[in-house]
Protein backbone atom coordinates (compact mmCIF):
# COMPACT_ATOMS: atom_id res chain seq x y z
CA UNK A 1 0.00 0.00 0.00
CA UNK A 2 3.00 2.49 1.13
CA UNK A 3 4.15 1.31 -2.28
CA UNK A 4 1.27 2.54 -4.18
CA UNK A 5 0.83 5.70 -2.57
CA UNK A 6 4.15 6.63 -3.23
CA UNK A 7 3.55 5.88 -6.34
CA UNK A 8 0.76 8.00 -6.62
CA UNK A 9 2.62 11.22 -5.47
CA UNK A 10 5.07 10.35 -8.00
CA UNK A 11 1.96 10.29 -10.44
CA UNK A 12 0.47 13.95 -9.18
CA UNK A 13 3.99 15.07 -9.82
CA UNK A 14 3.39 14.74 -13.36
CA UNK A 15 -0.67 15.49 -13.09
CA UNK A 16 0.28 19.08 -11.78
CA UNK A 17 2.67 20.25 -14.97
CA UNK A 18 1.18 22.79 -16.38
CA UNK A 19 0.17 21.64 -19.44
CA UNK A 20 -1.24 18.35 -17.67
CA UNK A 21 -3.25 21.04 -15.65
CA UNK A 22 -4.82 22.58 -18.64
CA UNK A 23 -5.46 19.72 -20.26
CA UNK A 24 -7.21 18.36 -17.37
CA UNK A 25 -9.43 21.79 -17.03
CA UNK A 26 -10.33 21.54 -20.66
CA UNK A 27 -11.24 18.04 -20.00
CA UNK A 28 -13.31 19.24 -17.19
CA UNK A 29 -15.32 21.51 -18.72
CA UNK A 30 -15.97 20.15 -21.57
CA UNK A 31 -16.92 16.96 -20.05
CA UNK A 32 -19.87 19.16 -17.82
CA UNK A 33 -21.09 21.33 -21.40
CA UNK A 34 -21.69 17.75 -23.30
CA UNK A 35 -23.19 16.47 -19.66
CA UNK A 36 -25.33 19.22 -19.92
CA UNK A 37 -26.23 19.02 -23.31
CA UNK A 38 -28.45 15.63 -24.16
CA UNK A 39 -28.03 13.16 -26.98
CA UNK A 40 -24.36 14.31 -27.67
CA UNK A 41 -21.98 12.34 -25.37
CA UNK A 42 -18.68 11.24 -24.57
CA UNK A 43 -18.71 9.04 -27.36
CA UNK A 44 -18.85 11.72 -29.78
CA UNK A 45 -17.18 14.23 -28.44
CA UNK A 46 -13.88 11.51 -27.35
CA UNK A 47 -14.24 10.74 -31.39
CA UNK A 48 -14.22 14.15 -32.58
CA UNK A 49 -10.80 14.98 -30.41
CA UNK A 50 -8.93 12.03 -31.42
CA UNK A 51 -6.94 14.12 -33.85
CA UNK A 52 -6.13 16.58 -31.75
CA UNK A 53 -4.84 14.16 -28.95
CA UNK A 54 -2.00 12.54 -32.31
CA UNK A 55 -0.94 16.28 -31.24
CA UNK A 56 -0.45 15.73 -27.43
CA UNK A 57 1.97 13.65 -25.41
CA UNK A 58 0.96 10.28 -24.64
CA UNK A 59 -0.23 11.70 -20.66
CA UNK A 60 -1.72 14.72 -21.50
CA UNK A 61 -3.59 13.05 -24.66
CA UNK A 62 -5.63 10.32 -22.18
CA UNK A 63 -5.43 12.89 -19.39
CA UNK A 64 -7.86 15.00 -21.53
CA UNK A 65 -9.98 12.27 -23.29
CA UNK A 66 -10.78 10.98 -19.35
CA UNK A 67 -11.40 14.27 -18.06
CA UNK A 68 -13.92 14.42 -20.96
CA UNK A 69 -15.58 10.44 -19.88
CA UNK A 70 -16.22 11.55 -15.75
CA UNK A 71 -16.74 15.21 -16.18
CA UNK A 72 -19.40 14.14 -18.36
CA UNK A 73 -21.10 12.28 -15.23
CA UNK A 74 -21.38 15.82 -13.27
CA UNK A 75 -23.05 17.65 -15.98
CA UNK A 76 -25.66 15.04 -17.11
CA UNK A 77 -27.12 15.40 -14.01
CA UNK A 78 -27.91 19.18 -14.54
CA UNK A 79 -31.31 19.07 -17.07
CA UNK A 80 -32.16 15.60 -15.33
CA UNK A 81 -33.36 17.68 -12.49
CA UNK A 82 -34.04 20.84 -13.97
CA UNK A 83 -35.91 19.49 -16.79
CA UNK A 84 -35.93 15.70 -16.89
CA UNK A 85 -33.85 15.37 -19.21
CA UNK A 86 -30.90 13.19 -19.04
CA UNK A 87 -27.98 14.94 -20.52
CA UNK A 88 -25.92 12.03 -20.17
CA UNK A 89 -27.40 8.05 -20.69
CA UNK A 90 -25.90 7.51 -17.07
CA UNK A 91 -27.82 10.35 -15.59
CA UNK A 92 -31.24 8.69 -16.29
CA UNK A 93 -32.02 7.44 -12.50
CA UNK A 94 -31.04 10.85 -11.44
CA UNK A 95 -34.18 11.95 -13.00
CA UNK A 96 -36.64 9.49 -11.15
CA UNK A 97 -36.44 11.52 -7.75
CA UNK A 98 -34.30 14.72 -8.90
CA UNK A 99 -36.74 15.71 -10.96
CA UNK A 100 -39.54 15.49 -8.30
CA UNK A 101 -37.58 17.33 -5.80
CA UNK A 102 -37.26 20.71 -8.32
CA UNK A 103 -40.90 20.63 -8.54
CA UNK A 104 -40.96 20.59 -4.69
CA UNK A 105 -38.29 23.24 -4.44
CA UNK A 106 -35.58 21.70 -3.52
CA UNK A 107 -33.37 21.77 -6.73
CA UNK A 108 -30.24 23.49 -5.25
CA UNK A 109 -29.98 20.37 -3.11
CA UNK A 110 -30.42 17.69 -5.52
CA UNK A 111 -27.47 19.41 -7.85
CA UNK A 112 -25.58 19.74 -4.59
CA UNK A 113 -25.34 16.32 -3.19
CA UNK A 114 -25.19 15.11 -6.99
CA UNK A 115 -22.11 17.38 -7.31
CA UNK A 116 -20.65 16.46 -3.68
CA UNK A 117 -21.63 12.21 -4.16
CA UNK A 118 -19.84 12.54 -7.31
CA UNK A 119 -17.18 14.17 -6.37
CA UNK A 120 -16.71 11.87 -2.88
CA UNK A 121 -17.27 8.88 -5.27
CA UNK A 122 -14.72 9.76 -7.64
CA UNK A 123 -12.15 10.67 -4.84
CA UNK A 124 -12.66 7.24 -3.54
CA UNK A 125 -12.48 5.05 -7.02
CA UNK A 126 -9.53 6.82 -7.61
CA UNK A 127 -8.21 5.92 -4.45
CA UNK A 128 -9.15 2.51 -4.83
CA UNK A 129 -7.43 2.20 -8.05
CA UNK A 130 -4.27 3.26 -6.25
CA UNK A 131 -4.41 0.59 -3.99
CA UNK A 132 -6.31 -2.37 -5.22
CA UNK A 133 -7.24 -1.55 -8.89
CA UNK A 134 -4.34 -4.18 -10.47
CA UNK A 135 -5.66 -6.75 -8.37
CA UNK A 136 -8.90 -6.42 -8.91
CA UNK A 137 -8.73 -7.51 -12.25
CA UNK A 138 -8.82 -10.78 -11.95
CA UNK A 139 -12.28 -10.25 -10.09
CA UNK A 140 -13.46 -8.73 -13.62
CA UNK A 141 -12.09 -12.15 -15.06
CA UNK A 142 -14.12 -14.53 -13.04
CA UNK A 143 -17.49 -13.14 -14.28
CA UNK A 144 -18.06 -14.79 -18.31
CA UNK A 145 -21.17 -15.08 -20.19
CA UNK A 146 -22.87 -17.53 -17.48
CA UNK A 147 -22.32 -15.51 -14.86
CA UNK A 148 -23.01 -12.35 -16.85
CA UNK A 149 -26.50 -13.84 -17.47
CA UNK A 150 -27.30 -14.68 -14.24
CA UNK A 151 -26.58 -10.83 -13.02
CA UNK A 152 -28.82 -9.58 -15.66
CA UNK A 153 -31.65 -12.02 -15.13
CA UNK A 154 -31.61 -10.69 -11.52
CA UNK A 155 -31.57 -7.00 -12.53
CA UNK A 156 -34.68 -7.68 -14.80
CA UNK A 157 -36.43 -9.26 -11.59
CA UNK A 158 -35.47 -6.32 -9.39
CA UNK A 159 -36.44 -3.76 -12.45
CA UNK A 160 -40.14 -4.76 -11.56
CA UNK A 161 -39.56 -3.35 -8.06
CA UNK A 162 -38.54 0.07 -9.38
CA UNK A 163 -41.94 0.94 -10.85
CA UNK A 164 -45.07 2.56 -8.84
CA UNK A 165 -48.17 0.86 -8.90
CA UNK A 166 -49.50 -2.65 -9.73
CA UNK A 167 -46.66 -5.04 -9.87
CA UNK A 168 -48.19 -6.85 -13.37
CA UNK A 169 -48.10 -3.14 -14.71
CA UNK A 170 -44.44 -3.33 -13.85
CA UNK A 171 -43.68 -6.20 -15.19
CA UNK A 172 -45.39 -5.10 -18.70
CA UNK A 173 -43.25 -2.07 -18.54
CA UNK A 174 -40.24 -5.18 -18.14
CA UNK A 175 -41.82 -7.52 -21.50
CA UNK A 176 -42.19 -3.93 -23.70
CA UNK A 177 -38.38 -3.18 -22.68
CA UNK A 178 -36.97 -6.29 -24.05
CA UNK A 179 -38.84 -6.15 -26.90
CA UNK A 180 -38.31 -3.34 -28.28
CA UNK A 181 -34.28 -4.10 -27.29
CA UNK A 182 -34.59 -6.68 -29.89
CA UNK A 183 -35.01 -4.14 -33.00
CA UNK A 184 -31.82 -4.13 -35.17
CA UNK A 185 -29.68 -6.81 -36.73
CA UNK A 186 -28.96 -10.00 -35.08
CA UNK A 187 -25.27 -10.09 -34.20
CA UNK A 188 -25.24 -13.99 -35.26
CA UNK A 189 -27.48 -14.21 -37.60
CA UNK A 190 -27.25 -10.81 -39.69
CA UNK A 191 -30.81 -11.44 -39.68
CA UNK A 192 -32.96 -7.73 -39.66
CA UNK A 193 -36.15 -8.08 -36.50
CA UNK A 194 -38.59 -6.12 -36.19
CA UNK A 195 -36.83 -3.46 -38.67
CA UNK A 196 -39.89 -3.25 -41.33
CA UNK A 197 -37.80 -2.71 -44.08
CA UNK A 198 -36.58 0.55 -42.09
CA UNK A 199 -33.00 1.10 -42.75
CA UNK A 200 -32.70 3.71 -39.91
CA UNK A 201 -33.82 0.76 -37.34
CA UNK A 202 -31.19 -1.98 -38.26
CA UNK A 203 -28.82 -0.37 -35.37
CA UNK A 204 -32.31 -0.84 -32.98
CA UNK A 205 -32.86 2.28 -30.93
CA UNK A 206 -30.70 4.03 -28.97
CA UNK A 207 -30.96 4.70 -25.45
CA UNK A 208 -30.23 8.40 -24.93
CA UNK A 209 -33.42 8.52 -27.54
CA UNK A 210 -35.52 6.62 -25.75
CA UNK A 211 -34.66 8.69 -22.58
CA UNK A 212 -35.44 11.66 -24.29
CA UNK A 213 -38.34 10.77 -25.48
CA UNK A 214 -40.18 8.59 -22.87
CA UNK A 215 -39.05 11.28 -19.86
CA UNK A 216 -38.33 15.10 -21.82
CA UNK A 217 -41.21 15.06 -24.18
CA UNK A 218 -43.41 13.33 -22.12
CA UNK A 219 -42.86 15.91 -19.31
CA UNK A 220 -43.42 18.73 -21.86
CA UNK A 221 -46.87 17.31 -22.12
CA UNK A 222 -47.37 16.72 -18.90
CA UNK A 223 -46.29 20.59 -18.11
CA UNK A 224 -48.87 21.27 -20.67
CA UNK A 225 -51.59 19.32 -18.63
CA UNK A 226 -50.71 20.78 -15.21
CA UNK A 227 -50.85 24.26 -16.46
CA UNK A 228 -54.11 24.32 -16.69
CA UNK A 229 -54.63 22.52 -13.58
CA UNK A 230 -54.90 24.44 -10.42
CA UNK A 231 -52.29 22.98 -8.44
CA UNK A 232 -49.78 25.74 -7.07
CA UNK A 233 -46.30 23.92 -7.39
CA UNK A 234 -43.65 25.29 -4.73
CA UNK A 235 -41.71 28.31 -4.85
CA UNK A 236 -37.92 27.80 -4.53
CA UNK A 237 -35.60 30.03 -2.67
CA UNK A 238 -32.57 31.00 -3.96
CA UNK A 239 -30.41 32.07 -0.99
CA UNK A 240 -27.13 30.37 -0.94
CA UNK A 241 -27.75 28.68 2.44
CA UNK A 242 -31.15 26.99 1.10
CA UNK A 243 -29.24 25.75 -2.44
CA UNK A 244 -27.39 23.61 -0.68
CA UNK A 245 -28.01 20.26 1.10
CA UNK A 246 -28.76 20.39 4.93
CA UNK A 247 -27.48 18.10 7.47
CA UNK A 248 -30.74 16.10 7.30
CA UNK A 249 -29.55 15.69 3.88
CA UNK A 250 -26.29 14.65 4.63
CA UNK A 251 -27.48 12.09 7.15
CA UNK A 252 -30.01 10.44 4.57
CA UNK A 253 -27.33 10.93 1.98
CA UNK A 254 -24.32 8.76 3.53
CA UNK A 255 -25.31 5.45 3.55
CA UNK A 256 -26.36 5.79 -0.32
CA UNK A 257 -23.21 7.61 -1.56
CA UNK A 258 -20.86 5.03 0.11
CA UNK A 259 -23.29 2.23 -1.10
CA UNK A 260 -23.33 3.96 -4.58
CA UNK A 261 -19.48 4.30 -4.35
CA UNK A 262 -18.27 0.56 -3.59
CA UNK A 263 -21.20 -0.66 -5.89
CA UNK A 264 -20.67 1.66 -8.18
CA UNK A 265 -16.63 0.92 -8.47
CA UNK A 266 -16.95 -2.89 -8.74
CA UNK A 267 -19.88 -2.70 -11.60
CA UNK A 268 -17.09 -0.38 -13.17
CA UNK A 269 -14.31 -3.30 -13.00
CA UNK A 270 -16.80 -5.53 -15.25
CA UNK A 271 -16.81 -5.41 -19.30
CA UNK A 272 -20.53 -4.20 -19.67
CA UNK A 273 -20.76 -2.87 -17.00
CA UNK A 274 -19.79 0.93 -16.73
CA UNK A 275 -22.29 3.65 -15.13
CA UNK A 276 -25.58 3.30 -16.75
CA UNK A 277 -25.53 -0.13 -15.01
CA UNK A 278 -23.86 0.85 -11.86
CA UNK A 279 -26.77 3.82 -11.77
CA UNK A 280 -29.84 1.43 -12.02
CA UNK A 281 -27.98 -0.95 -9.56
CA UNK A 282 -27.64 1.34 -7.12
CA UNK A 283 -31.30 2.87 -7.15
CA UNK A 284 -32.41 -0.79 -6.88
CA UNK A 285 -30.17 -1.34 -3.73
CA UNK A 286 -31.25 1.97 -2.18
CA UNK A 287 -35.06 1.28 -2.80
CA UNK A 288 -35.12 -2.33 -1.35
CA UNK A 289 -32.73 -1.09 2.18
CA UNK A 290 -34.82 1.95 2.24
CA UNK A 291 -37.32 1.84 5.34
CA UNK A 292 -39.44 3.72 3.17
CA UNK A 293 -39.46 2.95 -0.26
CA UNK A 294 -42.61 4.61 -1.29
CA UNK A 295 -40.56 7.59 -1.42
CA UNK A 296 -38.65 7.01 -4.44
CA UNK A 297 -39.92 8.35 -7.42
CA UNK A 298 -41.22 11.45 -5.37
CA UNK A 299 -38.12 13.40 -4.47
CA UNK A 300 -35.78 10.96 -2.55
CA UNK A 301 -32.62 12.24 -2.01
CA UNK A 302 -31.30 9.25 -1.41
CA UNK A 303 -32.65 8.12 -5.35
CA UNK A 304 -30.07 10.68 -6.32
CA UNK A 305 -27.10 10.51 -3.65
CA UNK A 306 -26.68 6.74 -4.69
CA UNK A 307 -27.00 6.73 -8.69
CA UNK A 308 -24.86 9.83 -8.36
CA UNK A 309 -22.06 8.52 -6.53
CA UNK A 310 -22.27 4.93 -8.58
CA UNK A 311 -21.94 6.13 -12.47
CA UNK A 312 -19.10 8.41 -11.01
CA UNK A 313 -17.06 5.78 -9.59
CA UNK A 314 -17.96 3.05 -12.03
CA UNK A 315 -17.06 5.63 -14.60
CA UNK A 316 -13.56 5.81 -13.09
CA UNK A 317 -13.19 1.68 -12.20
CA UNK A 318 -13.58 1.18 -15.92
CA UNK A 319 -10.17 2.24 -16.92
CA UNK A 320 -8.60 -0.59 -15.01
CA UNK A 321 -9.52 -3.50 -17.07
CA UNK A 322 -8.14 -1.27 -20.65
CA UNK A 323 -5.15 -0.19 -18.77
CA UNK A 324 -4.21 -3.26 -16.38
CA UNK A 325 -5.95 -6.53 -18.85
CA UNK A 326 -6.08 -4.58 -22.43
CA UNK A 327 -9.99 -4.83 -22.41
CA UNK A 328 -12.48 -1.74 -22.73
CA UNK A 329 -15.11 -2.11 -20.20
CA UNK A 330 -17.31 0.43 -22.92
CA UNK A 331 -17.48 2.18 -25.80
CA UNK A 332 -15.66 5.27 -24.43
CA UNK A 333 -13.34 3.69 -22.58
CA UNK A 334 -12.70 1.59 -25.88
CA UNK A 335 -12.42 5.03 -27.69
CA UNK A 336 -9.69 6.08 -25.24
CA UNK A 337 -7.81 2.90 -25.54
CA UNK A 338 -7.54 3.58 -29.13
CA UNK A 339 -6.18 7.00 -28.37
CA UNK A 340 -3.44 5.21 -26.47
CA UNK A 341 -2.64 2.72 -29.46
CA UNK A 342 -2.17 5.74 -31.68
CA UNK A 343 0.23 6.46 -29.34
CA UNK A 344 2.02 3.66 -29.52
CA UNK A 345 1.22 2.50 -25.96
CA UNK A 346 -0.25 -1.50 -25.82
CA UNK A 347 -2.80 -1.40 -22.83
CA UNK A 348 -2.32 -4.38 -20.94
CA UNK A 349 -0.48 -6.31 -18.08
CA UNK A 350 3.23 -4.44 -19.07
CA UNK A 351 1.43 -1.18 -18.71
CA UNK A 352 2.33 -0.97 -15.04
CA UNK A 353 6.41 -2.12 -15.53
CA UNK A 354 6.86 -0.24 -19.26
CA UNK A 355 4.63 2.93 -18.50
CA UNK A 356 4.23 3.60 -14.84
CA UNK A 357 4.64 7.39 -15.59
CA UNK A 358 1.80 6.98 -17.79
CA UNK A 359 -0.44 4.91 -15.60
CA UNK A 360 0.16 6.75 -12.47
CA UNK A 361 -0.49 10.33 -14.46
CA UNK A 362 -3.60 9.25 -15.56
CA UNK A 363 -4.52 7.51 -11.89
CA UNK A 364 -3.70 11.28 -10.42
CA UNK A 365 -5.00 13.14 -12.61
CA UNK A 366 -8.03 11.72 -11.96
CA UNK A 367 -8.14 13.44 -8.37
CA UNK A 368 -7.14 16.82 -10.00
CA UNK A 369 -10.30 16.73 -12.19
CA UNK A 370 -12.74 15.60 -9.56
CA UNK A 371 -11.45 18.98 -7.58
CA UNK A 372 -11.23 20.65 -10.81
CA UNK A 373 -15.30 19.72 -11.56
CA UNK A 374 -16.67 20.11 -7.81
CA UNK A 375 -14.68 23.87 -7.91
CA UNK A 376 -16.58 24.32 -11.21
CA UNK A 377 -20.33 23.13 -10.43
CA UNK A 378 -20.97 24.10 -6.45
CA UNK A 379 -20.69 27.81 -6.97
CA UNK A 380 -22.87 27.20 -10.20
CA UNK A 381 -25.76 25.63 -8.58
CA UNK A 382 -27.52 29.55 -7.98
CA UNK A 383 -27.26 29.63 -11.55
CA UNK A 384 -28.69 26.59 -12.59
CA UNK A 385 -31.84 26.82 -9.72
CA UNK A 386 -32.45 29.94 -11.12
CA UNK A 387 -33.12 28.04 -14.43
CA UNK A 388 -36.28 27.42 -12.68
CA UNK A 389 -37.87 31.25 -12.62
CA UNK A 390 -38.16 30.80 -16.24
CA UNK A 391 -42.05 30.24 -17.25
CA UNK A 392 -43.45 27.10 -17.82
CA UNK A 393 -44.99 28.21 -21.11
CA UNK A 394 -41.19 28.71 -22.36
CA UNK A 395 -39.83 25.65 -20.34
CA UNK A 396 -41.75 23.09 -21.77
CA UNK A 397 -40.72 24.93 -25.75
CA UNK A 398 -36.83 24.52 -24.48
CA UNK A 399 -37.50 20.70 -23.61
CA UNK A 400 -38.52 19.96 -26.89
CA UNK A 401 -35.76 22.09 -28.43
CA UNK A 402 -33.02 20.43 -26.47
CA UNK A 403 -34.13 17.00 -26.96
CA UNK A 404 -34.73 17.66 -30.75
CA UNK A 405 -31.52 18.95 -30.93
CA UNK A 406 -29.79 16.07 -29.38
CA UNK A 407 -31.81 13.62 -30.96
CA UNK A 408 -30.62 14.93 -34.31
CA UNK A 409 -27.13 15.43 -33.12
CA UNK A 410 -27.15 11.79 -32.37
CA UNK A 411 -26.67 10.24 -36.58
CA UNK A 412 -28.11 14.00 -37.55
CA UNK A 413 -31.29 12.34 -39.35
CA UNK A 414 -34.82 13.40 -39.07
CA UNK A 415 -35.84 9.78 -38.16
CA UNK A 416 -34.36 9.67 -34.29
CA UNK A 417 -36.28 13.28 -34.02
CA UNK A 418 -39.25 11.48 -34.63
CA UNK A 419 -38.91 8.48 -32.70
CA UNK A 420 -37.98 11.11 -29.62
CA UNK A 421 -41.57 12.55 -30.52
CA UNK A 422 -43.68 9.24 -31.27
CA UNK A 423 -41.89 8.01 -27.76
CA UNK A 424 -43.12 11.15 -25.88
CA UNK A 425 -46.71 10.83 -26.89
CA UNK A 426 -46.80 6.93 -26.06
CA UNK A 427 -44.86 7.57 -22.93
CA UNK A 428 -47.47 10.35 -22.10
CA UNK A 429 -50.63 7.89 -22.87
CA UNK A 430 -48.40 5.45 -20.43
CA UNK A 431 -47.98 7.49 -17.63
CA UNK A 432 -51.82 8.97 -17.33
CA UNK A 433 -52.83 4.56 -17.67
CA UNK A 434 -50.87 4.55 -14.64
CA UNK A 435 -47.99 2.80 -15.83
CA UNK A 436 -44.25 3.63 -14.81
CA UNK A 437 -41.54 4.18 -17.35
CA UNK A 438 -38.55 3.01 -15.14
CA UNK A 439 -38.76 -0.73 -15.30
CA UNK A 440 -39.37 0.00 -19.65
CA UNK A 441 -35.79 1.52 -19.71
CA UNK A 442 -33.92 -0.54 -17.41
CA UNK A 443 -35.74 -3.43 -19.22
CA UNK A 444 -34.06 -1.97 -22.91
CA UNK A 445 -30.72 -1.43 -20.85
CA UNK A 446 -30.67 -4.96 -19.63
CA UNK A 447 -32.15 -6.79 -22.87
CA UNK A 448 -29.32 -7.01 -25.01
CA UNK A 449 -26.94 -7.79 -22.43
CA UNK A 450 -29.41 -10.56 -21.71
CA UNK A 451 -29.62 -11.54 -25.36
CA UNK A 452 -25.69 -11.70 -26.32
CA UNK A 453 -24.48 -12.99 -22.47
CA UNK A 454 -27.29 -15.89 -22.78
CA UNK A 455 -26.61 -17.02 -26.59
CA UNK A 456 -22.79 -16.82 -26.03
CA UNK A 457 -23.08 -19.06 -22.63
CA UNK A 458 -25.46 -21.74 -24.70
CA UNK A 459 -22.39 -21.82 -27.06
CA UNK A 460 -19.80 -22.33 -24.65
CA UNK A 461 -21.91 -24.98 -22.77
CA UNK A 462 -22.31 -26.73 -26.44
CA UNK A 463 -26.57 -25.65 -26.06
CA UNK A 464 -26.81 -27.05 -22.42
CA UNK A 465 -28.81 -25.21 -20.32
CA UNK A 466 -27.08 -26.64 -16.94
CA UNK A 467 -24.14 -24.26 -18.04
CA UNK A 468 -26.07 -21.73 -15.69
CA UNK A 469 -25.65 -24.00 -12.28
CA UNK A 470 -22.09 -25.34 -12.94
CA UNK A 471 -20.73 -22.11 -12.32
CA UNK A 472 -20.81 -21.54 -8.39
CA UNK A 473 -21.21 -17.72 -8.99
CA UNK A 474 -24.24 -18.39 -11.78
CA UNK A 475 -26.10 -20.96 -8.83
CA UNK A 476 -25.69 -18.60 -6.35
CA UNK A 477 -26.99 -15.81 -8.35
CA UNK A 478 -30.04 -17.59 -9.47
CA UNK A 479 -30.87 -18.45 -6.10
CA UNK A 480 -31.02 -15.30 -5.45
CA UNK A 481 -33.50 -14.45 -7.97
CA UNK A 482 -35.53 -16.96 -7.19
CA UNK A 483 -35.84 -16.19 -3.75
CA UNK A 484 -36.80 -12.45 -4.52
CA UNK A 485 -39.49 -13.68 -6.99
CA UNK A 486 -41.08 -15.90 -4.12
CA UNK A 487 -40.75 -13.10 -1.64
CA UNK A 488 -43.46 -11.16 -2.03
CA UNK A 489 -45.71 -14.34 -2.25
CA UNK A 490 -44.51 -15.65 0.90
CA UNK A 491 -44.98 -12.17 2.42
CA UNK A 492 -48.58 -11.97 1.09
CA UNK A 493 -49.17 -15.69 2.46
CA UNK A 494 -47.45 -14.92 6.02
CA UNK A 495 -49.87 -11.34 6.09
CA UNK A 496 -53.25 -13.95 5.26
CA UNK A 497 -52.22 -16.12 7.59
CA UNK A 498 -51.68 -13.56 10.54
CA UNK A 499 -55.00 -11.80 10.03
CA UNK A 500 -56.78 -15.18 9.82
CA UNK A 501 -55.45 -16.22 13.04
CA UNK A 502 -56.39 -12.70 14.70
Known amino acids: MLDSFSQLFMGLGIA ?39 MLDQTSAIILLSGIYYGSQYGGSITSVLMRVPGEASSLTT ?52 EKTSIVLLGL ?91 KDWKDS ?54 ESANNAAAQASFIPMLCLGIPANAVIGIIMGALLMQNVVPGPQLLTEHPQLFWGIVASMLVGNAML ?15 KIPQTLMAPLIVLFCVIGAFSMSNNMFDVGVVIGC ?24 SLLEENFRQSLILGLGKPHVFIESPISFAVILFTIAVLIAPAVKGLRTRLIRRHY
Open 95 to 146: CFDGYPMARQGRAGPALGISAFGSFIAGISATLAIAIVGPAFTSVALAFGPV
Open 254 to 307: SGPITRGTVLGFFLGLLPGGGALVAGFASYLLEKKLSRTPERFGKGAIEGVAGP
Open 424 to 447: GFVAYGLRKAGFDLAPLLLAFLLG
Open 16 to 54: LEPANLAVALIGAVLGTAIGVLPGLGPSATVSLLLPVTA
Open 157 to 247: VLAASIGEGPRIKAWAMVALGLLLSTVGVDLISGEERFTFEISYLRDGFNIAILAMGLFGVSEMLMMIERKNSTEAEPTPSYRLRDLLPTG
Open 374 to 388: IVLNVPLIRVFVLLL
